[in-house]
């Protein structure tokens, strides 16, 4: 499958939405401020947490664990709209969490939430940049691809690519990958999303 690129208003909306509920959830009560975001402490962390999703979605896809299907999916989505948010978040935890797709799903969020911290509020070039990289990565097998994700954001260098605005290669990335894969990446996003509204503070960890 091809995930329809979402960029412009669409896009801020979703970096704007994702960084509000990072910080909600505590990720930011150590670095509240842009300038305690200038400091390598902050760069690397938010770096590691990066890595880190796309990590747990390699390590799913070791595991075979690539995506729920679309009938738990809708099943999700009518658990969530007739017995509301904590049973579908009960569902969620125990169907689609740990999956390649949730992850995936993660990692983007994450990379979102690093643009909104930094007020970086859309990627102009993201649908440039997915079809250079298409073609770039047209003979790329799944061990790259997952590679290139995690070159692009597991590192100051990858951070820094996201501060100076370089968004959309981070994004094109996860993308490329989604579409390997056949994911729903956006379905999969806004499932995560809900199910982060309801996680405890920093998600039950120290950071």
Known sequence: MQNAILSGE??????????????????YDDYPTQESRQTEEYICSRAMLMA???AEAYEAHRAGKIDVSISMLNTLQHILEVQGLP??????????????????????????????????YGAPDLVREVAILKEETEKSGIHAL????????????GYNTILSGGIAISLAHVYLLADYLKID????????HL??????????KNY
């Not at 990446?185 to 995560?192: A, D």
């Not at 199910?195 to 039950?204: D, I, L, S, V």
């Open 10 to 27: 669409s896009l801020k909306e979703q970096i704007l939405k994702f960084h509000a509920q990072s910080v909600k959830n505590g990720f």
């Open 52 to 54: 880190g999703e796309i």
């Open 87 to 120: 049973a579908y978040a009960d569902a969620y935890k125990k169907y689609a969490k740990g999956t390649v797709a949730g992850e995936l799903a993660d990692t983007y969020i994450r990379i979102c939430d690093a643009a909104g911290a930094a007020e970086i």
């Open 146 to 157: 997952f590679h290139k994700v995690s070159r692009n954001i597991d590192s100051i260098g």
């Open 185 to 192: 990446l956006h379905r999969h996003v806004e499932l995560k």
């Open 195 to 204: 199910y982060n509204t309801t996680r405890e503070y920093k998600h039950g």
